[in-house]
């Protein structure tokens, strides 16, 4: 085929995927040989003791019959709107120059997958990154262009940062701390939440969303909107998400091989120390370097692991709803 009727071809076909997206997140796959029936429990797990209240927002769906997808949205939104978190959303920390912005990404049993970057001022970047995901025939908007797109889509805004946050900031700013002190991550108002779930068909999503390292460099992203690196849903094997010093995690594309670790055979626990394992290996500098993973196959077993103590995710059934702390590479 001539180069030009190539060209125009594709731009044929990138039209119809915008109009009409690959495959729909709810279309059900079940019947696929790859994907056996599910006869295992509905289970949600999501990173931090602030994954317990989301986790209880999107069970709600799953109880009402809704998919793991939504369900991980909707846990996700929850914590985005919580305003005394400072890690996600409203309530999130600004760059060193006061801008919060906002990072997330979410995936679903069908490889569908969408992240946003770099987004400042709106309420819900996880509905962002999904309605790309539906909609678009891209994964990753960032920026400006992530920006317009969610007001065109009339998603709500929001002032940020919060009155007393941007008071933080100003103290810090006058304190003139240097960019090269590693943040202290491994405190509870300091952390990402990942998110995921089987429903009751088998069927396994995830979701991360974060304002991202409290102070950073402007435009710099984690691992959190980086599929493979903050979250990766493979429903061949199962799904993890990430927590913990961005840079770190997209060293070794974290969350890509847990999955491919259970793939090998690893426990979702087992595949998570491993990983944790290979990280520590790639780093001579251990201080502050706090990275933790959570992990699902698709018999609904769940795991984690962390480089240091201090972590833990917090666990949703039918009839469980507890906080599980994860064994650990360390002490700090
Ligand atoms: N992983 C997030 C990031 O590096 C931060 C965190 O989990 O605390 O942006």
């Not at 990072?103 to 997958?113: G, H, T």
């Not at 317009?148 to 700013?173: D, H, M, R, S």
Request: aromatic share 6%; proline share 4%; glycine share 10%.
């Amino acid at each position: 085929m001539k180069r030009r009727s190539f060209v125009k071809l594709s731009a044929v076909g990138l039209v119809a995927s915008i109009v009409k997206p690959a495959l729909a997140a709810d279309e059900d796959m079940i019947s696929d040989p790859l994907f056996p029936s599910y006869d295992g429990e509905a289970k949600m797990i999501s990173t931090w003791s602030h994954g317990q209240e989301a986790n209880r927002a999107g069970w709600k769906l799953m109880e009402e019959g809704k998919s793991s997808l939504e369900a991980v949205e909707a846990g996700a939104r929850h914590t985005e709107s919580d305003i005394t978190n400072r890690s996600v959303g409203i309530g999130g920390m600004p760059d060193r120059e006061g801008h919060v912005t906002l990072d997330a990404c979410i995936m679903d049993w069908n490889s569908n997958c969408g992240s946003v970057g770099f987004l400042e001022g709106i309420a819900h970047p996880v509905s962002v990154a999904k309605h790309i995901m539906q909609n678009t025939p891209h994964i990753m908007l960032v920026g400006a262009g992530a920006k317009q797109y969610a007001l065109k889509n009339k998603f709500e805004t929001i002032k940020t940062p919060l009155p007393e946050v941007k008071k933080e900031w100003e103290k810090w700013k006058k304190e003139q701390a240097a960019i090269a002190k590693k943040p202290e991550i491994n405190h509870e108002n300091h952390d990402t939440i990942g998110l995921l779930a089987i429903d009751d068909q088998g069927r396994i999503s995830g979701a991360c969303t974060t304002s991202g390292w409290a102070y950073k460099l402007p435009g710099r992203l984690g691992d959190s909107p980086i599929i493979g690196s903050g979250l990766f849903i493979d429903q061949e094997v199962g799904g993890a998400v990430a927590t913990g010093l961005g840079e770190s995690i997209i060293r070794i594309a974290g969350s890509h091989t847990v999955v491919e670790l259970m793939r090998q055979g690893k426990s979702p626990e087992q595949a998570c120390k491993e990983t944790v394992e290979r990280l520590i290996r790639k780093h001579k500098d251990m201080s502050g370097l706090q990275c933790a993973f959570i992990a699902i196959n698709t018999k609904g077993e769940v795991g984690g692991y962390s480089v240091f103590n201090g972590f833990n995710y917090a666990l949703k059934t039918k009839n469980q709803d507890v906080l599980v702390d994860t064994l650990f590479d360390r002490k700090w």
